[in-house]
């Protein structure tokens, strides 16, 4: 059983800059691939990025490539989304997830075992 906590998520101006954590319970995150997805309201959870295990490799929606960047500690058990230059359609909850299925087709929601609560980014224009 692994819990997921997201954090760092708030209100930023267009063109601004926020980093999230996604803090995982357990001793076993080291076997996790990890991933964050986004929901704006009303519409469908949507891939933003994922990061296999060891962080050796990612993987980026289109739509925020060249703009976040995920990273992964896991000394600290800890993923993080680096967002920059931010746009108001990034505008969404964010949502971290873990799977242990391997590190492919991870755009794919069904692949993940947990997933977190998530953390509100409001992007202003």
């Known amino acids: 059983q692994v819990q997921l906590v997201e954090s760092g998520g708030g209100l930023v101006q267009t063109g601004g800059s926020l980093r999230l954590s996604c803090a995982a319970s357990?001793?076993?995150?080291?076997?996790?691939?990890m991933g964050w997805f986004r929901q704006a309201p009303g519409k469908e959870r949507k891939f933003v990025a994922a990061?296999?295990?060891?962080?050796?490799?990612?993987y980026y929606a289109d739509s925020v490539k060249g703009r976040f960047t995920i990273s992964r500690d896991n000394a600290k058990n800890t993923v993080y989304l680096q967002m920059n230059s931010l746009k108001p359609e990034d505008t969404a909850v964010y949502i971290c997830a873990a799977r242990r299925s391997g590190f492919y087709q991870v755009t794919t929601q069904t692949g993940y075992n947990y997933w977190g609560q998530g953390t509100q980014v409001t992007v202003s224009s």
């Open positions: 990061i296999n295990r060891s962080g050796g490799s990612t």
């Open positions: 357990g001793r076993t995150f080291s076997s996790y691939d």
